[in-house]
């Protein structure tokens, strides 16, 4: 459990992902089985068991400690967790010397599946009593299931990939048919095994992801190779349906990284009746028409699903592969092959709830742009405001997993840009330590004579290292106010820097003072010629605004 | 100890305790023996307990401390820090006006002393900064026996348990030989730490050159001058991007996250700091390696070292008052929080120094 606790409190500092990655790899490498398996369960959220509540936490400590110090330090900590960890007394019952070792994570793990209600506080409290400081914090985000470390599931397989130099996708691929705590995964790693077959009757498949496309990508494609698509603003899903061991329909809807997601989508699954594995984007579509992805969030990352969403966010499924139909695995086949077989497929389902991506007719690239900018007039119709720009695939690719050179584009529609004033900046993490690279920016609001400037968001990239080396710079030099790490930058209308900010859209925010909040805002360019009198004012931003106010945004995901 | 002596003249008898030592906005003043301990302003007459520079300041008339400690002074502010000094070594004692003075090792960094002062029958004890665990730089701190026992309080809450340093060396070495293409920056404050993490490096078997900003070097120099051990020791100033991969460079906290560390390569920023046990604490600061290395008692060093002393009444000053306060109530000691202003904690603190000097350290 130490040697767990270690790498977890590591990689709560650590903010760069290949260093992420080596931690995690190199504790495969240190750490035997069974206690491997189980950390990679517990970081990929395979362990399931009965977490303890807060207030058992409370209990035990309040018994231990006196209940003003546990306030004071409750108070100055933040965290319960946390506080127990640290404030736990040291068993003064128990000898110094042979003291039982501390319990392995496999101990945890396999005791907590088991574990009554009612043992549950002694069995807590005995293990909190072998542990260290770091192991105690470890040990309780993990019985009250609030591990959270910013390590996705797809992180810690690619750290396990390395341990055999293999490729992510093929754990991917296997994943479904494993359980904690992977013994057959690691030997065949390893080299001391054979690799474990996917018994799962509805596997996932890794998917094919496409680049952005760039101007000068142009002269080189020839629009005759390619076919061409809206680009949906959903999540991408995987809908895949086989038959188990007693001959019935399995259906499972997976995420582009592979993560079972069927639980929240019940709505869906009757549709999908046919044996095979479609590729295709989630969208709501009301009456027809298909909603923003702001109100498909309403339907993103919940474990329970009500009737009255089901009613009133009707999930779609918006076909554009087919990687298997029936048996045959189709993805050496062409993607214009796979596309006939598609709308075969999707004819032969019959079914309201899912269709074909409708393909956009071009036979130049100055068409095809034509059709970006206005995909209303282009065949999109009254669908336009959720398409986010066009995809386009080599009529001749096969279905290869990753980000496969030259096969898929995808061409995204010209963000919103507004000119705002830099407000305040943040120091950035790991490499941008030492460099002021997080910025708040805000635009006008009120009377001309009085206007006041309203933060509108935040961005940390879109600059180029020379640019980021100019703001540095600059926010040093014009600092008004330090707030620990944050500087108040100067942003009066004849002093401060403006920034050309680019966002996909636009939002209203109960959270943010301004009342919206911007989807993927980032910096495009500096405009050291404008004086920030001449920035955007706040109803530039709310013209963009339809729609009706919405909770806060699960997190999303969107290509 | 405790035993109060009636009899004698008057004065002496009602001499109490916060008549021997006063808090005054000065620092704490003994106005028997004339003198201030640690005063933040200038004064005729100061007790030095250690060469931090919110304790050790310049411009007093006469000061007393140790010889480190005067020598550090020497080297902060130059010869003419005082009109005059006198040094006095541990066990030492001195006659000032109608009380006695007395040094002892306070564990805290070189040359830092605990101050007994002693009128007639009562001794009061001023420990400044203090710690009881091992620290191979300086001599170890020695419990004294006392009526009223002055106490630091920078970690005084149960949350902070310092544990082995030399786990937290490991730590490091770990981190460096898993990430031998980048460079581990390692803030500690200039004073005491930084040499600190130097000696539990050689303990811990590290011999390669270890890297100094700048601002560090006198004082390191000053320390391997007192004899203290710490191997072979280099400048981090005018070595090559490339050739800083695998090296470990210590440097003042507010250096770690300035313009200077774009000399390293994809540099690990570490700190030593008791403060690193909280997480909040850590992030906060952007750091990517917290080492929990204190040179400040811990919960559990400061509620041992108040009952060894013995004394009957605690008075707690600088860090968490309120938490040590109730503990000595708890434990049927009388105790209040001394309100003293000015000492801040060397680690905590914002070295603004530090990141202007660090352009070209």
Same mark, same amino acid.
């Given at each position: 459990?130490?040697?767990?606790?270690?790498?977890?409190?590591r990689?709560?500092?650590?903010?760069g992902r290949?260093?992420?990655?080596?931690?995690?790899?190199?504790y495969?490498?240190?750490?035997?089985?069974?206690?491997?398996?189980?950390?990679?369960?517990?970081i990929?959220?395979?362990?399931s068991?009965?977490?303890?509540?807060?207030?058992?936490?409370?209990?035990?400590?309040?018994?231990?400690?006196?209940?003003t110090?546990?306030a004071?330090?409750?108070?100055y900590?933040g965290?319960?967790?946390?506080?127990?960890a640290?404030?736990?007394?040291?068993?003064?019952?128990?000898p110094l010397?042979?003291n039982?070792?501390?319990?392995?994570?496999?101990?945890?793990v396999?005791?907590?599946?088991?574990?009554?209600?009612?043992?549950?506080?002694r069995q807590?409290?005995?293990? =909190?009593?072998? !542990?260290?400081?770091? #192991?105690?914090?470890?040990?309780?985000? $993990? &019985?009250?299931?609030?591990? %959270?470390?910013?390590?996705?599931?797809?992180?810690?397989k690619?750290?396990?990939?390395?341990?055999?130099?293999k490729?992510?996708?093929?754990?991917?691929?296997?994943?479904?048919?494993?359980?904690?705590?992977?013994?057959d995964?690691?030997?065949?790693?390893?080299?001391?095994?054979?690799k474990?077959v996917?018994?799962?009757?509805?596997?996932?498949?890794?998917v094919?992801?496409?680049?952005?496309?760039?101007?000068?990508?142009?002269?080189?494609?020839?629009a005759?190779?390619y076919?061409?698509?809206?680009?949906?603003?959903?999540?991408?899903?995987?809908?895949v349906?086989?038959?188990?061991?007693?001959?019935?329909?399995?259906?499972?809807?997976?995420?582009?990284?592979?993560?079972?997601?069927t639980?929240?989508?019940?709505?869906? =699954?009757?549709? !999908?009746?046919?044996? #095979?594995?479609?590729?295709?984007?989630? $969208? &709501?579509?009301?009456d027809? %028409?298909?909603q923003?992805?702001?109100?498909?969030?309403q339907?993103?990352?919940?474990?329970?699903?009500?009737?009255?969403?089901?009613?009133?966010?009707?999930?779609?499924?918006?076909?554009?592969?087919?990687l298997?139909d029936?048996?045959?695995?189709?993805?050496?086949?062409?993607?214009a092959?796979r596309?006939?077989r598609l709308?075969?497929?999707?004819?032969?389902l019959g079914?309201p709830?899912?269709?074909?991506s409708p393909?956009i007719?071009?036979?130049?690239?100055?068409?095809?742009?034509?059709?970006?900018?206005?995909?209303?007039?282009?065949?999109a119709?009254?669908?336009?405001?959720?398409?986010e720009?066009?995809?386009?695939?080599?009529?001749?690719?096969?279905?290869?997993?990753?980000?496969p050179?030259?096969?898929?584009w995808?061409?995204?529609?010209?963000?919103h840009?507004?000119?705002?004033?830099?407000?305040?900046?943040?120091?950035?993490?790991?490499?941008?330590?030492?460099?002021?690279?997080?910025y708040?920016?805000?635009?006008?609001?009120?009377?001309?004579?009085?206007?006041q400037l309203?933060p509108?968001?935040?961005?940390?990239?879109?600059?180029t290292?020379e640019?980021?080396?100019?703001?540095?710079?600059?926010?040093?030099?014009?600092t008004t106010?330090?707030?620990?790490?944050?500087?108040?930058?100067?942003?009066e209308?004849?002093?401060?820097l403006?920034?050309?900010?680019?966002f996909?859209?636009?939002q209203?925010?109960?959270?943010?003072?301004?009342?919206?909040?911007m989807?993927?805002?980032?910096?495009n360019r500096?405009?050291?010629?404008?004086p920030?009198?001449?920035?955007?004012?706040?109803e530039?931003?709310?013209?963009?605004?339809?729609?009706?106010?919405?909770?806060e945004?699960?997190?999303?995901?969107s290509? | 100890?405790t035993?109060?002596?009636?009899?004698?003249?008057p004065?002496?008898?009602?001499m109490?305790?916060?008549?021997?030592?006063?808090?005054?906005?000065?620092g704490?003043?003994c106005?028997?023996?004339?003198?201030?301990?640690?005063?933040?302003?200038?004064?005729?007459?100061?007790?030095?307990?250690?060469g931090h520079?919110?304790?050790a300041?310049?411009?007093?008339?006469?000061v007393l401390?140790?010889?480190?400690t005067?020598?550090?002074?020497?080297?902060?502010?130059?010869d003419?820090?005082?009109?005059s000094?006198?040094?006095?070594?541990?066990?030492e004692?001195l006659?000032?006006?109608?009380?006695?003075v007395?040094?002892?090792?306070?564990?805290?960094?070189?040359?830092?002393?605990?101050?007994a002062?002693?009128?007639?029958?009562t001794?009061?004890?001023?420990?400044?900064d203090?710690?009881?665990a091992?620290?191979?730089?300086?001599?170890?701190f020695?419990?004294?026996?006392c009526?009223?026992?002055?106490?630091?309080?920078?970690?005084g809450?149960?949350?902070?348990?310092?544990g082995?340093?030399a786990?937290?060396?490991?730590?490091?070495l770990?981190?460096?030989?898993?990430?031998?293409?980048?460079?581990?920056?390692?803030g500690?404050?200039?004073?005491?730490?930084?040499?600190?993490?130097?000696?539990?490096?050689?303990a811990?078997?590290?011999?390669?050159p270890?890297?100094?900003?700048?601002?560090?070097?006198k004082?390191?120099?000053?320390?391997?001058?007192r004899?203290v051990?710490?191997?072979?020791i280099?400048p981090?100033?005018?070595?090559k991007?490339?050739d800083?991969?695998?090296?470990?460079?210590?440097?003042?906290?507010?250096?770690?996250?300035?313009v200077?560390t774009?000399?390293?390569?994809?540099?690990?920023?570490?700190f030593?700091?008791g403060?690193?046990?909280?997480?909040a604490?850590?992030?906060q600061g952007?750091i990517?390696?917290?080492l929990?290395?204190?040179?400040?008692?811990?919960?559990?060093?400061?509620?041992?070292?108040?009952?060894?002393?013995?004394?009957?009444?605690?008075?707690?000053t600088?860090?968490?008052?309120?938490?040590?306060?109730?503990?000595?109530?708890?434990?049927?000691l009388?105790?209040?929080p001394?309100?003293?202003?000015?000492?801040?904690?060397?680690?905590?603190?914002?070295?603004?120094?530090a990141?202007?000097?660090?352009?070209?350290?």
């Amino acid at each position: 459990m130490n040697r767990f606790a270690e790498l977890l409190d590591r990689l709560a500092y650590e903010p760069g992902r290949n260093n992420k990655l080596r931690l995690i790899t190199n504790y495969f490498r240190i750490v035997e089985d069974p206690d491997r398996g189980y950390a990679l369960a517990a970081i990929t959220g395979a362990l399931s068991f009965k977490h303890a509540k807060p207030g058992l936490i409370r209990d035990l400590i309040a018994e231990r400690t006196d209940p003003t110090l546990f306030a004071l330090s409750y108070d100055y900590v933040g965290d319960l967790s946390e506080t127990v960890a640290l404030m736990w007394p040291k068993s003064s019952e128990r000898p110094l010397h042979n003291n039982p070792p501390p319990p392995t994570l496999t101990e945890v793990v396999t005791t907590l599946r088991t574990l009554g209600k009612t043992e549950m506080p002694r069995q807590l409290s005995r293990w =909190l009593d072998d !542990l260290d400081e770091t #192991g105690r914090w470890a040990l309780l985000k $993990l &019985v009250t299931g609030a591990m %959270r470390i910013g390590i996705s599931a797809r992180l810690a397989k690619t750290a396990a990939a390395a341990l055999g130099d293999k490729d992510a996708h093929e754990i991917e691929l296997i994943w479904p048919g494993l359980s904690p705590p992977y013994l057959d995964l690691f030997a065949w790693l390893e080299g001391r095994g054979e690799k474990p077959v996917n018994l799962d009757p509805a596997p996932f498949r890794p998917v094919m992801l496409a680049h952005a496309i760039e101007d000068a990508d142009f002269a080189n494609l020839n629009a005759a190779d390619y076919i061409a698509e809206w680009k949906w603003d959903g999540i991408r899903v995987q809908a895949v349906s086989g038959r188990d061991a007693q001959g019935q329909i399995t259906t499972r809807l997976y995420s582009r990284s592979g993560e079972d997601i069927t639980g929240s989508f019940p709505d869906l =699954l009757p549709s !999908l009746h046919l044996r #095979g594995a479609i590729d295709g984007e989630l $969208l &709501v579509v009301r009456d027809g %028409r298909v909603q923003s992805f702001n109100v498909l969030q309403q339907r993103l990352n919940r474990k329970a699903v009500s009737p009255k969403l089901l009613k009133e966010y009707p999930v779609h499924l918006r076909a554009y592969d087919l990687l298997a139909d029936d048996e045959t695995d189709l993805r050496d086949l062409t993607f214009a092959e796979r596309r006939e077989r598609l709308e075969a497929f999707v004819k032969k389902l019959g079914d309201p709830r899912i269709d074909l991506s409708p393909t956009i007719a071009f036979d130049s690239w100055e068409r095809l742009a034509a059709a970006r900018r206005d995909p209303s007039g282009a065949g999109a119709g009254e669908d336009s405001e959720a398409v986010e720009g066009v995809m386009l695939k080599r009529r001749d690719a096969l279905y290869l997993p990753g980000r496969p050179k030259g096969q898929w584009w995808k061409w995204k529609r010209d963000p919103h840009v507004i000119d705002a004033v830099l407000m305040y900046a943040q120091r950035g993490h790991g490499k941008r330590s030492s460099y002021y690279s997080d910025y708040t920016f805000g635009v006008w609001t009120g009377a001309q004579d009085d206007a006041q400037l309203v933060p509108v968001g935040k961005a940390y990239f879109g600059f180029t290292d020379e640019e980021l080396l100019q703001i540095d710079r600059f926010v040093r030099r014009n600092t008004t106010e330090k707030f620990g790490p944050v500087r108040e930058v100067v942003h009066e209308p004849d002093q401060g820097l403006v920034l050309e900010v680019a966002f996909e859209g636009l939002q209203r925010s109960t959270r943010h003072k301004s009342g919206v909040a911007m989807r993927f805002p980032r910096i495009n360019r500096l405009r050291w010629d404008k004086p920030p009198r001449e920035a955007d004012r706040l109803e530039t931003l709310e013209r963009l605004l339809k729609g009706p106010v919405l909770p806060e945004p699960a997190e999303s995901g969107s290509d | 100890m405790t035993a109060k002596n009636h009899g004698h003249t008057p004065y002496i008898n009602n001499m109490r305790p916060q008549d021997i030592l006063t808090p005054q906005p000065a620092g704490l003043c003994c106005k028997p023996g004339g003198f201030h301990i640690d005063p933040v302003r200038p004064v005729a007459r100061a007790v030095i307990t250690h060469g931090h520079s919110d304790h050790a300041r310049a411009g007093h008339g006469a000061v007393l401390a140790t010889q480190e400690t005067l020598d550090m002074m020497r080297l902060r502010y130059g010869d003419n820090f005082a009109r005059s000094t006198q040094a006095v070594a541990y066990g030492e004692e001195l006659r000032l006006g109608d009380v006695t003075v007395k040094f002892h090792p306070a564990g805290h960094v070189l040359g830092s002393a605990q101050i007994a002062v002693s009128c007639e029958n009562t001794r009061v004890v001023a420990s400044g900064d203090y710690k009881d665990a091992p620290d191979p730089t300086c001599t170890p701190f020695e419990v004294v026996p006392c009526d009223v026992f002055i106490t630091e309080a920078t970690f005084g809450l149960p949350i902070f348990r310092h544990g082995d340093a030399a786990d937290q060396v490991e730590k490091l070495l770990a981190s460096v030989a898993l990430f031998p293409e980048r460079a581990h920056l390692v803030g500690a404050y200039s004073l005491g730490k930084a040499q600190r993490v130097i000696a539990l490096l050689r303990a811990a078997g590290y011999d390669a050159p270890i890297y100094l900003h700048g601002v560090m070097e006198k004082i390191t120099h000053y320390y391997q001058s007192r004899g203290v051990e710490l191997g072979e020791i280099r400048p981090v100033k005018g070595m090559k991007k490339a050739d800083l991969a695998g090296t470990i460079t210590l440097a003042p906290p507010s250096a770690t996250s300035d313009v200077w560390t774009r000399r390293f390569p994809d540099p690990v920023t570490a700190f030593a700091s008791g403060w690193m046990r909280v997480r909040a604490r850590a992030r906060q600061g952007g750091i990517e390696l917290p080492l929990v290395i204190s040179d400040h008692a811990d919960w559990d060093g400061l509620t041992a070292t108040i009952q060894a002393t013995g004394a009957g009444e605690i008075w707690v000053t600088h860090g968490q008052e309120d938490a040590l306060v109730h503990w000595c109530k708890t434990q049927g000691l009388a105790a209040r929080p001394l309100d003293l202003v000015g000492y801040g904690d060397e680690d905590g603190g914002e070295d603004e120094t530090a990141s202007t000097e660090s352009g070209d350290a």
